[in-house]
C-alpha cells in the first residue's frame, strides 16, 4: 500500500510538474528565435476585437527620436498661406483715385469680385516701377482675414530683395505691445490679368475704433513727423524746439483746435526738457517711448525722426508709435548715397568710427529722444527692458525656447512665393531697385534673407555691448 501510495503521488506530482511547465511557457510566450505555438482549432483562436488597432509592424530602420520642446509651440510657427487680389481698372493707375474692381481669395475666406477706388501710394515708392497701391472699398471689408476696414495699403517692398522687413518689424512691434500695430498679410497681386509679385497688405496707420482708437472731439491727434517735405492741403506744425509734423488725424483742424494741439505738444515737450522722469511722466506714456526707441535702435530705420514717425496724443498724455515703413532699415541702406544721412547710417562719415559697419553706434537718439536719453532713470527703463525681451529679439534671428526663428518661418512658409516676384514678376533681384537701399544684393532670395539674419545677429550683439548684456 505505502509503494502504490507513493508511486500515485510521484505520478501526481509529475502530472502537476508538467502542468506547470505548459503555464510558464504559455504565460510568457515565444523566446527569440522560437516560433510562437499556435493552435490551429478554429474554435479556439480568439479574433480580435474591432476596437483594438492591428499591431504595427516596426521597420527595420527606426525613425529618429523626437525630442518634444521644451515649450509649447506658438501657433504663429506657420503662417497662413499667401493669398491673392486680383485687380481690374479701366485706365492706368496714377497718383489720384480712380475707378476699379477687385476679387480676394485666400485659405479661409474670399471676397468677392466689387468695385473699390485705387491710386498710386507713397513717395520713394512711386519711383520704382513695381508700384505700391492704396485701395478703398465703399464699406468696411476683413481682407485677407485682417479687421474689418474701409482703407488698406498694398505694399510693394520694392527696395527690400527679402521684402520681410515691414512685415517682421510690425510682427516684433506686438510682442513689444505696442498699440495700433497695423496688421499685415503677404499675398499675390495681379492688374489687369499680369502677376505684379508678392505684396504686403496692411492696415494704414489712421484714427478709428479698429485702428488708433482716439477721440478727435476731444482734442485726441495722430501726428508725424515730416521734416521738408510739402504737400498741398496737408496741414503742418512745428514745435518751440523745432519739431516739424504733419497732421494725420485730424487732417485739417480748424485754426483754434491747431493751436490747442500745438500748446499741447509744446507743453509734453517742454516736459521732456526738463530730462526729469517725475515732470516728464505727466505728460508722456514712458513705456511706448521705451520701446518705439528700443524698436528703432535695434532695426535702424533710415527715415527715423524724419518722416514716418508717429505719435498721438489721448486723454492728455502723449504716445510714441505706431511704427510705419521699415523697408528701408536693418541694414538695408545705401553706401554710395549722396545724401549725409546715408553715410551717417553707414559709419562713413567724419563724425563717425568710419567702418562702414551700420551694425555699429547708436541711431535713435533724436528728436524727443535726444533729452530723454541724458536722463539715467531713462536709460535704465531701456536696459531692463532690453534684457527682458531679449529671448523676443533672439528669435527673430535664432531658435530658442520661444521655437525657430522667425526668418526661418518665413523662409518655410514663402520661399517658394518670393522667388516668384523675381522668377515669374521679373522684377531684379541681384541688383538695387532704385538709389537708396543696399548697394550690393544677394543673387538669391533666400541669400538677401541670411544678409539680413547676419546684420540682426551684430547689431542685437552690438547693443549688447552698449546695454551691459553678456552671452559670454
Known amino acids: 500500500m505505502k509503494r502504490n501510495g507513493l508511486l500515485i503521488t510521484v505520478a501526481v506530482l509529475a502530472v502537476l510538474l508538467a502542468a506547470l511547465l505548459v503555464f510558464v511557457m504559455v504565460g510568457k510566450g515565444p523566446t527569440q528565435g522560437q516560433p510562437a505555438i499556435q493552435n490551429t482549432t478554429q474554435s479556439s483562436v480568439i479574433q480580435p476585437s474591432t476596437t483594438v488597432p492591428p499591431t504595427t509592424v516596426i521597420p527595420t530602420t527606426a525613425p529618429p527620436t523626437t525630442v518634444p520642446p521644451t515649450t509649447a509651440p506658438e501657433e504663429t510657427d506657420t503662417l497662413p498661406a499667401m493669398g491673392e487680389i486680383y485687380i481690374n481698372t479701366l485706365s492706368a493707375v496714377t497718383d489720384t483715385y480712380s475707378d476699379a474692381t477687385v476679387r480676394v481669395v485666400w485659405e479661409d475666406g474670399e471676397i468677392e469680385e466689387q468695385s473699390i477706388t485705387i491710386r498710386n501710394r507713397g513717395n520713394s515708392s512711386t519711383w520704382v516701377p513695381k508700384k505700391a497701391y492704396n485701395i478703398k472699398f465703399a464699406q468696411k471689408v476683413s481682407l485677407l482675414g485682417m479687421d474689418a476696414g474701409k482703407k488698406w495699403c498694398l505694399l510693394s517692398n520694392a527696395y527690400d530683395k527679402t521684402m520681410l522687413r515691414n512685415a517682421i518689424a510690425m510682427e516684433y512691434a506686438e510682442k513689444l505691445n505696442l498699440s495700433y500695430v497695423s496688421s499685415a498679410r503677404f499675398c499675390k497681386v495681379y492688374l489687369n490679368g499680369t502677376y505684379l509679385g508678392v505684396y504686403l497688405a496692411m492696415e494704414p496707420v489712421s484714427e478709428g475704433k479698429d485702428r488708433v482708437d482716439i477721440d478727435l472731439s476731444v482734442g485726441d491727434f495722430l501726428i508725424e513727423r515730416c521734416r521738408l517735405r510739402e504737400e ?56 511706448s517711448f521705451v520701446d518705439l526707441y528700443i524698436f528703432h535702435e535695434l532695426f535702424k530705420d533710415v527715415d ?136 550690393y544684393p544677394a543673387d538669391t532670395w533666400v541669400g538677401n534673407v541670411e544678409k539680413l539674419r547676419d546684420w540682426l545677429i551684430r547689431r542685437a550683439a552690438w547693443l549688447d555691448s552698449q546695454w551691459i548684456i553678456d552671452n559670454g
Open 304 to 439: 527715423f525722426a524724419q518722416y514716418s514717425t508717429r505719435y498721438y496724443m489721448k486723454d492728455g498724455i502723449l504716445y510714441a508709435g505706431p511704427p510705419w515703413d521699415m523697408d528701408l532699415s536693418m541694414g538695408n541702406v545705401s553706401q554710395k548715397s549722396g545724401e549725409w544721412k546715408y553715410w551717417n547710417y553707414n559709419n562713413q562719415d567724419e563724425s563717425t568710427d568710419q567702418s562702414g559697419d551700420s551694425t555699429r553706434a547708436y541711431w535713435a537718439q533724436k528728436d524727443f529722444y535726444m533729452w530723454l536719453w541724458k536722463d539715467g532713470w531713462f536709460r535704465q527703463q531701456v536696459m531692463d527692458r532690453w534684457a527682458e525681451i531679449r529671448g523676443i529679439t533672439e528669435n527673430l534671428y535664432a531658435e530658442n525656447d520661444l521655437g525657430i526663428s522667425r526668418l526661418d518661418v518665413y523662409i518655410a512658409a514663402y520661399q517658394t512665393d518670393c522667388e516668384s516676384n523675381y522668377t515669374e514678376a521679373g522684377w531684379p533681384l541681384s541688383r538695387p531697385a532704385g538709389n537708396m537701399e543696399d548697394r
Open 232 to 287: 498741398a492741403g496737408v496741414t503742418y506744425l512745428t514745435t518751440n524746439y523745432g519739431f516739424r509734423f504733419e497732421m494725420n488725424e485730424p487732417e485739417a483742424p480748424e485754426p483754434a483746435a491747431l493751436a490747442a494741439i500745438l500748446e499741447q505738444l509744446n507743453q509734453a515737450e517742454n516736459a521732456i526738457r526738463t530730462k526729469d522722469h517725475t515732470v516728464y511722466e505727466e505728460y508722456i506714456d514712458v513705456k
